[in-house]
């Protein structure tokens, strides 16, 4: 009698848990808006949300420790004319962030250290050059201030937002709506996919494709695609039946799927996580109210299930911690931070272990926030892989001073071009807009005060 052998994995036992209520943001007007981004962006300081708002568009952020009630009147960053459609934290600056919105601007704001004491209005930087919204933002994950963007104008721009530039624009590859667009891990390459069917890797600075696959999920529905380990391609899509299909690909070979499985009959777009130092990627239906597990291996099926996490809710959009700002004391090995109505819930996923010992093969070295290549370096042909570092005493989110940094180049390279003395004038800047701050708080406070003299 044969008997069947479960494949060995320390990630058998993954399970995911929900925090405490006391621990979630509550009362938050989550954005009402059908686009399948991820709508919440997270890292070891801040989470942000896109949110409903009156004439235009606007998201807010929280310090991570502000859990609770968020009262209606929380202050958010509101430049926008039209709704905003992605966030993502910069991956080298934590109060560094960029959005995409409806107006056809990427924005690019600078949070204050605890977070929002009044709500922004003037961005840092204000991308323009797409002739339709823009629904898709990414940050190169080595080079500093370097960021892409894909609008519905089928464009793909790589900026330099230092210089405030379009340097590479990819105007001629996409005939449809791009529905994803990612890097890969050195941010050599890039990865789209498209309204055609069609995944393309592409060289970011040539603008030129170096390999495609047509009609890799044969439904009409989106299609979503990440870089997984070795180079492979993870793509989640419908089959011509409705049914939703996670796909692994090698783009050396794209005549085939190293495997196609279909999961299920539900309408939301999977939206695919992986994590590199885990080997595991997480998928999250848009509309679901579960996240299913898969670990990516050289062995077949390639693609294994490991488990799901189910709770009563569906989400709207998900956030995913960084590897650096998990704790690795509890065993945590991802933190998604779950929107759904009036609420962003974090959910946890460990490994249950006895040891309160630092696990060395659950925290291999991972991807740090120092850059390893300046945005004008690359953009001159510069690669260079992620800086690393090690999980064994935690990470402490980098100090204040070092935040700076990019704001003050920013500043100097926009009086540089003015033909203005870009040391003196960029922190002369600087500092009127920290009194602009200042006095913006004081008369927050001042009303306050006088609104609550009123009541007694």
């Known amino acids: ?51 409903d708002a009156s004439g235009g568009g606007a998201f807010m952020v929280l310090p991570l420790n502000k859990t609770g009630r968020i009262d209606m009147s929380y202050p958010t960053v509101c430049g926008h004319t039209g709704p905003v459609l992605d966030i993502e934290f910069c991956p080298h600056n934590d109060n560094i962030i960029a959005s995409g919105s409806e107006d056809c601007s990427v924005m690019i704001w600078e949070i204050p250290e605890g977070g929002l004491t009044s709500s922004i209005t003037e961005p840092v930087v204000k991308l323009e050059g797409h002739s339709k919204r823009v629904g898709i933002l990414s940050w ?30 990819i105007d001629s590859v996409h005939p449809d709506l791009i529905y994803s667009a990612c890097w890969n891990r050195d941010g050599s390459r890039i ?48 089959s011509r039946m409705s049914e939703r299909q996670v796909a692994l690909w090698d783009p050396n070979n794209f005549a085939e799927p190293l495997t196609l499985q279909e999961l299920d009959t539900s309408s939301g777009v999977l939206l695919p996580f992986f994590d590199p130092d885990t080997g595991i990627v997480y998928l999250c239906g848009k509309g679901d109210s579960s996240i299913r597990y898969f670990e990516v291996t050289d062995e077949a099926p390639y693609v294994h299930y490991l488990s799901m996490y189910s709770s009563k809710e569906s989400q709207k959009g998900m956030g995913y911690m960084p590897k650096r700002g ?21 959910i946890v996923m460990t490994v249950p272990r006895k040891s309160d010992l630092f696990q060395e093969d659950l925290y291999p070295d991972t991807i740090g926030p120092e850059s390893s290549v300046e945005a004008d370096e690359w953009f001159d ?29 920013l500043l100097k390279t926009t009086t540089a071009s003015a033909g203005c003395q870009p040391d003196s004038n960029g922190e002369v800047q600087s500092l009127r807009k920290e009194v602009k701050d200042l006095k913006a708080a004081i008369e927050e406070l001042t009303k306050r005060v006088k609104e609550l003299e009123s009541k007694h």
């Open 191 to 238: 990865l789209t996919a498209c309204k055609d069917k069609t995944l393309r890797v592409l060289d970011p600075r040539k603008g030129t494709v170096i390999s495609e696959k047509e009609k890799t999920h044969e439904g009409s529905r989106p299609i979503r695609a990440v870089f997984v380990s070795d180079g492979k391609i993870l793509s989640t899509g419908f």
């Open 326 to 346: 998990l704790e690795v004391n509890k065993c945590e090995i991802a933190r998604f931070y779950k929107l759904h109505e009036r609420k962003c819930e974090p």
């Open 1 to 51: 009698m044969l008997r069947k052998v479960v494949r060995s994995s320390k990630f058998r036992h993954v399970f995911g848990q929900a925090n405490k209520a006391d621990q979630c943001y509550d009362d938050i007007r989550i954005s009402q808006m059908t686009w399948d981004s991820n709508f919440c962006t997270v890292n070891p300081k801040f989470v942000a949300m896109i949110v």
């Open 381 to 409: 042909g510069k690669e260079a892989p992620p800086i690393l570092i090690s999980l064994k005493d935690g990470f402490a989110a980098t100090t204040k001073s070092k935040e700076f940094k990019v704001h003050k180049r």
């Open 140 to 169: 190169h994950p080595t080079a500093r201030n370097v960021l892409m963007s894909a609008g519905c104008d089928n464009v793909v721009i790589l900026w330099n937002v230092a210089r405030g530039e379009a340097v590479v624009r």
